[in-house]
């Protein structure tokens, strides 16, 4: 099955030979049948071991003398030549688990062949030279599979489609393509993952590939899981496997989430006989997690077919999926299905033909405020294997634009897909996708940004005298997550000040300086691609007198005082604790000199290293609370204490003391300057 839901697969056999490699002494002949016997099985990374095997211990023999080579006779093929079949399938099993590096060093040797014996050697050499990004070269090759072969079949027609790439390819590399910014993400555990998908807030959750440790002396598998992250700026840091539950060999991806982060779509996928049998799931969170996984009915999935990857649109009225059912232009294309308030299917269409081709459509997105579809396409003229296309329409018209190619650095010549934006207003300002653009097989998230500068030029001034300021303290916040930093700035002598912001078109300026009341300003403005510049309206202070009950409130903060009780083995901030912070969140911004130290205690319960990490969860909820308020993070500081400080006995008379460790889940602040 030639699909990108199948890659996790490929990765999954190649990790699972090498940790139990299948290789045994033998002749040369054993080799060559057992990687045939592979190659037919569809076990590519095995088979390109054993093929390896075989073509290095054929360099002390003569391939011709061993008797299957007169014996064995392939249609369209004489006498088939040992050595050459097993270059060209090591080619073949090297491309299908994308190693296109190793696998264009086969193909070249391949074209030197009988054209009878291996049609497609230079049509595959040509694609593995542009995947390699040898663009000049694949299009000689391209050309020169074109003047001999002429006969009107599918090979053909890829061929001609190949060709257009590489045209298309060409065009993008004479322009300039900074219109976008790309960074890899990169973690520890999980090290990698893709297809992401917003929750709510700040929430997001994505597929990665993980070793299940469950499967005791049966060898090393590797499974497809969900994760879920709060980090807006890394999401593989500080994730946490999703609390899902499912079965032994099943795997669990591509996920897409109702507004309220309560009802989820998403893939459960198996394995069998070497196809891969995918359909889509639901689930709802309730106060118990997230309840049993239900395969949801037809038409959403039916039987004989593969459907995945749904994407529900945010007014949870249509549901995006990719499917290989009948009915469609060919492969796997995109259809919508429209729901009902429960989430139920109503009816199922095909996106139809200009949206569909006979090669593949996957990973659909649907930009609410611009109506903009988004997904990946491997059939459409593109930089070759899957690129991100985007087309404006109409679902129920089933009516759409013509798609258009994102171009480079959206695109590369390896696969590109997932791509979903995280503005609201702007689908192309700040977005993620996931590609394998850096990997020999392994898709990872790219961070995407648009390439775009905002200045701002403006003055503070003193509300009653109109008169600048000088020694003004600039933070400036997103709008959208309040615990998101922007920048800090100074006014100069004269009260002026200039900020320079990029992809930020929703944000609070917020000013401080002593003798003076914190004052700010929102702004929502429209982003446009390059450098834009625009003159601010002055921000006004006005001055106070620190009243003696103040004075007397920053003495008592010498000493630690108290914010709040957590829960068992929980970092949700409680009622008291959000009033507490409120209150000291206004002492704060009113002293921007002032800096705290944030003290998380847990209670006896557990390793030191776990409650150490429960312990910095819990400082860490405080202080994305203080900054959510508009405290600046450098009067900020944090400190996991973890079990270490209990104030309360946690047994008593042998027994243990429930009230005691509740008393111990705290967390307290002091100040560190005054």
């Not at 391939?63 to 006498?79: D, L, Y």
């Not at 009516?399 to 695109?411: M, Q, R, S």
């Not at 996708?433 to 500068?453: G, Q, Y």
Request: glycine share 6%.
């Amino acid at each position: 099955m030639n699909r990108k839901l199948t890659k996790c697969f490929l990765i999954n056999a190649c990790i699972t030979a090498m940790a139990n490699p299948c290789v045994h002494a033998q002749n040369g002949s054993g080799y060559f049948n057992q990687a045939q016997n592979l190659f037919k099985e569809k076990n590519y990374y095995e088979a390109s071991v054993i093929f390896d095997k075989y073509l290095a211990t054929e360099k002390h023999s003569r391939p011709r003398s061993t008797p299957f080579a007169i014996e064995k006779k392939v249609k369209g093929k004489t006498n088939v030549d040992p050595h050459q079949e097993a270059v060209y399938d090591l080619a073949e099993s090297y491309r299908l688990i994308n190693d296109y590096q190793k696998a264009e060093k086969y193909y070249k040797e391949s074209i030197g062949f009988s054209e009878k014996a291996y049609p497609e050697a230079r049509y595959w050499y040509a694609v593995t030279l542009r995947a390699n990004q040898k663009y000049a070269e694949a299009l000689v090759q391209i050309n020169a599979f074109l003047e001999k072969h002429t006969e009107m079949d599918e090979l053909l027609i890829k061929a001609d489609r190949e060709l257009e790439n590489l045209k298309f390819i060409q065009l993008q590399s004479e322009r300039v393509n900074d219109k976008f910014a790309l960074n890899e993400m990169k973690g520890k555990d999980p090290a990698s993952g893709y297809a992401l998908a917003q929750r709510n807030g700040d929430t997001v959750v994505f597929t990665s590939v993980m070793q299940d440790k469950s499967n005791n002396g049966g060898g090393t598998e590797y499974m497809n899981t969900l994760f879920e992250s709060k980090d807006s700026d890394n999401p593989l840091l500080g994730a946490e496997q999703m609390d899902i539950p499912t079965g032994k060999g099943v795997h669990d991806g591509m996920a897409s989430f109702s507004h309220d982060g309560k009802f989820m779509f998403f893939t459960r996928w198996t394995k069998k006989n070497n196809q891969t049998i995918s359909y889509i799931y639901t689930s709802h969170l309730n106060e118990k997690g997230w309840t049993e996984p239900v395969r949801a009915p037809e038409p959403l999935n039916m039987e004989g077919s593969n459907s995945a990857q749904p994407c529900l649109t945010t007014d949870g009225k249509y549901v995006i999926f990719s499917s290989d059912r009948a009915g469609g232009a060919g492969g796997y294309d995109l259809w919508a299905a429209s729901l009902d308030s429960n989430h139920e299917v109503l009816q199922v269409q095909n996106l139809g033909n200009v949206i569909n081709t006979s090669g593949d459509e996957e990973a659909p997105y649907f930009h609410d405020k611009s109506r903009t579809l988004v997904f990946s396409s491997n059939g459409h003229v593109g930089m070759g294997g899957f690129d991100i296309f985007y087309a404006k329409g109409n679902f129920g018209m089933s009516d759409w634009e013509k798609p258009v190619n994102a171009g480079a650095p959206l695109n590369s010549s390896k696969d590109d897909l997932y791509y979903i934006s995280t503005d609201e207003d702007d689908i192309w300002n700040t977005g993620w996708i996931s590609s394998d653009r850096s990997s020999e097989c392994c898709l990872a998230l790219f961070e995407v940004k648009e390439n775009n500068s905002l200045y701002l030029n403006g003055t503070v001034v003193d509300c009653k005298t109109q008169l600048p300021l000088k020694n003004v303290l600039l933070t400036v916040t997103d709008l959208r997550h309040r615990d998101r930093f922007l920048g800090k700035y100074k006014v100069d002598t004269s009260g002026r000040y200039k900020i320079e912001l990029h992809n930020s078109a929703h944000f609070r300026i917020n000013v401080t300086r002593p003798d003076y009341e914190p004052s700010g300003m929102d702004y929502n403005l429209q982003i446009h691609q390059g450098t834009d510049s625009l003159m601010n309206e002055p921000i006004c202070m006005k001055s106070v007198k620190y009243e003696k009950e103040i004075e007397k409130l920053l003495k008592s903060l010498e000493r630690s005082s108290h914010v709040g009780n957590f829960a068992y083995k929980k970092a949700v901030l409680s009622d008291s604790a959000h009033d507490n912070l409120d209150s000291l969140a206004i002492i704060l911004k009113k002293n921007p000199q002032m800096i705290i130290q944030v003290e998380g205690y847990t209670d006896g319960i557990g390793g030191i290293k776990y409650n150490l990490k429960l312990a910095r969860r819990r400082v860490d909820a405080c202080i994305r609370y203080l900054v959510k308020q508009g405290v600046s993070k450098d009067q900020l500081k944090g400190k996991s204490m973890g079990k270490c400080c209990p104030i309360a006995p946690e047994t008593m008379d042998g027994m243990d003391n429930p009230a005691g460790r509740e008393i111990n889940r705290r967390v307290e602040y002091k100040v560190l300057k005054q």
